[in-house]
């Protein structure tokens, strides 16, 4: 069974970097063709893909973010982090992790229960 | 900067057919963009019923379908029931430096 879970602050200050982590169960994050992405999704409003993450280390980026975001994984602990800097309002926000098999051919299959991010002073 | 536009809203009576679409700002969508959608209900987390055009998860309704239509992405709801009432996104993907680009969605009210 394949389970997702995100977490991190629920409150960030502007200015300051956010970390997320996602902890996996169910699969391994060093098999082949095994993929994590991050996607999120502010209040009322729509998905926005963020970073994804391949079980070789390749990595993928939003364009438009591609300069404040950096995606990590440890194996070892089934564990793939995000980091973003720069943290503004506008960037509070559901951030979900999600897997997948290639998220082209196979899409985002399994997706967490997401995490709220609010940034204010 | 790349934009994927959906209906902003549908609505469709019980029982009926829907047809929601999906388009690319940079033509045409191609099974190259490999299309998905994704449902989410109020207050839930989203999941993904359709993927790579038509390919649908074990978990996906026999009721839901994808396709591509007149140049467009579409998903289509034959027998809709109450339940189908979320709202649904569609995501293209193009290519590794671009990534993923998901649309404004769509609320579908039944």
């Known amino acids: 069974q394949i389970t997702l879970k995100e977490s991190g602050p629920t409150l960030v200050k502007p200015t300051q970097t956010l970390t997320l982590t996602c902890t996996v169960s169910?699969?391994?994050?060093?098999?082949?063709?095994?993929?994590v992405g991050w996607i999120r999704q502010p209040p009322g409003k729509a998905l926005e893909w963020l970073a994804l993450i391949y079980w070789d280390d390749d990595k993928r980026y939003s364009p438009s973010l591609r300069s404040r975001l950096t995606i990590a994984k440890d194996t070892s602990k089934k564990q793939v982090v995000l980091t973003m800097t720069n943290m503004d309002p506008v960037d509070t926000a559901t951030y979900y992790c999600?897997?997948?098999?290639?998220?082209?051919?196979?899409?985002?299959?399994?997706w967490g229960q997401g995490t709220l991010v609010a940034v204010s002073s | 900067q790349t934009v994927v536009t959906q209906e902003p809203s549908l609505t469709v009576s019980p029982g009926g057919t829907v047809t929601l679409t999906c388009a690319s700002s940079?033509?045409?969508?191609?099974?190259?963009?490999?299309p998905s959608w994704v449902q989410q209900k109020p207050g839930q987390s989203p999941r993904t019923l359709i993927y790579?055009?038509?390919n649908k998860n074990s978990w996906t309704p026999a009721r839901f379908s994808g396709s591509l239509l007149g140049g467009k992405a579409a998903l289509t709801l034959s027998g809709v029931q109450p339940e189908d009432e979320a709202d649904y996104y569609c995501m293209l993907y193009y290519g590794d430096v671009q990534g993923v680009v998901f649309g404004g969605g769509t609320k579908l009210t039944v």
């Open positions: 790579s055009t038509t």
């Open positions: 169910g699969f391994s994050l060093s098999t082949t063709g095994v993929g």
């Open positions: 999600a897997h997948t098999l290639g998220i082209a051919a196979a899409g985002l299959d399994y």
């Open positions: 940079t033509g045409a969508v191609t099974t190259d963009y490999y």
